[in-house]
């Protein structure tokens, strides 16, 4: 039986469900198993569901890098997870994230995500049709001996959730938003992830660098999160720019200017040739 397993870096939101168990025991009885990470996080790509590595070295079958599902591919599946950490409220027509946006919401078995990126809490979820669900209640450790969260989350969550659907609007400025700062960037000459997402990442040579470039931003005001080795993929220094609908324009063209600025003080970027003074 061909047993896949698509992902980019790790399976959080799942692993913290102990899904990838649920996945094991059904690969275990001999049932092909999909396992699916959105690319919106831009260290790695945007908007596909690709595939990077096999699960298990004797898979049968792999799928190329960079290809993009459509719901013929599921046939014969009998368990697809798909984590919509990244695409919740920023893919699909109603904001419900990959899977609405590729038409395969309806051929999913499980989807997880989380509340602490477009929904601005703290959290996550797991749902599912699947009959046997609620045995995950009672199996999942991390369920088990995890507290529930407050109820001003919830409510929070909720209503954040109403402004997701009633609120299309947002997810337009969002994606306007997020051309603006990576094709900034990348007019700038700074080395990107290959593809436009909420979260920007702008590669840097090296640590040292990496914590001069962010602790030159936030002398100046600006607040982005720095990502370094182990916890970065191929052992990239990344400074990761999250963007949203309430930015305004001004301020990510500013933010474009003072980080060309400081990456040409440092080296990163070439120093721009001066203009030589117009004769009087």
């Known amino acids: 039986m061909a047993k896949l397993y698509f992902r980019y870096g790790t399976m959080d939101s799942a692993k913290s469900m102990n899904l990838l168990a649920v996945a094991h025991n059904y690969r275990k009885q001999g ?30 079958l792999m799928i190329d890098e960079e290809t993009v599902l459509d719901p013929r591919d599921f046939a014969g599946l009998d368990c697809v997870l798909v984590d919509e950490a990244h695409s919740l409220g920023a893919l699909g027509e109603t904001g419900r994230g990959l899977c609405e946006s590729t038409g395969v919401l309806d051929d999913c078995h499980f989807i997880v995500g989380t509340f602490s990126k477009t929904l601005g809490a703290v959290g996550g979820y797991a749902v599912s049709n699947h009959p046997d669900f609620d045995l995950l209640r009672v199996t999942t450790r991390p369920y088990m001996f995890t507290a529930s969260l407050p109820p001003s989350i919830i409510a929070s969550v909720r209503q954040a959730l109403r402004v997701v659907q009633a609120r299309p609007e947002l997810r337009q400025k969002l994606w306007h938003n997020v051309n603006t700062l990576y094709d900034g960037f990348a007019n700038a000459g700074f080395t990107l992830g290959p593809e436009k997402g909420p979260v920007v990442a702008v590669h840097l040579p090296d640590v040292d660098t990496g ?24 052992s990239t220094v990344l400074l990761r720019c999250s963007i949203c609908a309430a930015h305004s324009d001004e301020q990510l063209a500013h933010v474009v200017d003072v980080l060309s ?18 004769a009087g």
């Not at 959105?38 to 070295?57: H, N, Q």
């Not at 914590?211 to 993929?233: C, F």
Request: net charge positive; charged share 25%.
């Open 261 to 278: 600025g400081i990456a040409q003080e440092l080296g990163v970027l070439p120093r721009e040739p001066l203009r030589a003074a117009a």
């Open 31 to 60: 049932k092909k198993v999909l396992l699916v990470k959105p690319r919106l996080d831009t260290r790695f790509g945007a908007g596909k569901i690709s595939s990077r590595s096999g699960l298990e070295a004797e898979a049968d």
């Open 211 to 234: 914590l001069a470039v962010w602790k030159a931003l936030l002398d100046n005001g600006i607040y982005v999160n720095l990502a370094v080795p182990p916890a970065t993929p191929n």
